[in-house]
């Protein structure tokens, strides 16, 4: 009896699906990822260049004539002499006295404003009293006044008062509360359950002894997060500081590094040093995105942006 061979065919090969919607979304996330970090680098490689040879071939993408030394300069390890013969403009910045100033008026204005917004935002929550949410409404109108309405009349208002070139001039119209601040806050405590406030209360504590003991330990998230948010804010501003503060002993970086940049007895801007100063004034922005960045974006989520 003959034995029947069977030979098997060899299986066809799978026909690869391309997912050309998911091909252009990432060749789009791409491209969004260059043109936003190209800036970013721009400032990096002009820092790390040389002012004549910058100038000489400034289409180069790369640093033209890798050098270190503009930090030196910014940070007043440098000599004038030495700053020049590298193509500096020969100004000086004091960068560790406005870097001072940069973080005392940051830390007040972070430390104030979250403290006070908070406890609108608990009034606003708990509290009961007429026009309670209509008053809520107005102020929250406040979000739709663009800054520059209020600049005059805050200008005006610091230099009646005598409080020009001073700390307490340009903290002033931020310290107290904002109205983003105040609803970021306001639908977090509302989801806040309100069973531990009243076992509180019938323990005796009163509405301030509740916010400060029951409230504020569980609510640190989001005041971790607004104090991110408003310390970004208040370090990269630049008008109201400018306008205010004129003085040296209270002039903040930002203000700094303009004036820095208009000071060119030798002709062109000191492009390289202002570069080197601006990536070290940026240094406590992407510390703090870095590790808290993730927490920022949940606890955003989490307060009803949803």
Do not use: C, H
């Amino acid at each position: 009896m003959s034995s029947i061979t069977t030979v098997s065919q060899p299986a066809a090969p799978r026909k690869i699906k391309i997912k050309w919607g998911k091909v252009l979304s990432w060749i789009v996330i791409i491209l969004a990822l260059i043109v936003i970090l190209f800036p970013f680098w721009w400032v990096i490689r002009t820092s790390l260049s040389t002012q004549r040879e910058m100038l000489a071939s400034p289409e180069s993408l790369a640093p033209v004539g890798f050098t270190t030394i503009n930090y030196a300069r910014v940070l007043g390890q440098v000599d004038t002499e030495t700053a020049v013969a590298a193509g500096g403009s020969g100004q000086q910045i004091n960068f560790w006295l406005f870097l001072r100033n940069s973080i005392i008026v940051t830390v007040l204005v972070v430390v104030g404003q979250t403290f006070f917004s908070a406890l609108a935002a608990y009034a606003f929550a708990r509290l009961k009293f007429p026009f309670r949410d209509k008053l809520f409404f107005v102020y929250i109108t406040g979000l739709m006044v663009p800054g520059i309405v209020t600049l005059i009349p805050n200008f005006l208002l610091i230099r009646d008062l005598q409080w020009d070139n001073t700390y307490l001039g340009i903290i002033a119209p931020t310290f107290l509360m904002s109205p983003f601040a105040v609803f970021f806050l306001r639908q977090f405590f509302l989801g806040i359950n309100k069973e531990l406030e009243e076992a509180a209360s019938l323990d005796g504590a009163s509405k301030f002894g509740i916010f400060w003991r029951i409230v504020i330990p569980i609510s640190g998230p989001p005041l971790a997060t607004l104090g991110i948010l408003t310390f970004v804010t208040t370090w990269n501003t630049y008008l109201w500081p400018f306008l205010v503060g004129k003085d040296e002993s209270v002039r903040v970086l930002t203000v700094a590094l303009a004036i820095f940049r208009s000071q060119t007895p030798q002709g062109a801007p000191d492009w390289t040093g202002l570069m080197a100063a601006t990536i070290i004034s940026m240094i406590p922005t992407l510390i703090l995105f870095m590790l808290l960045g993730r927490r920022v974006v949940n606890n955003i989520q989490f307060s009803g942006f949803k």
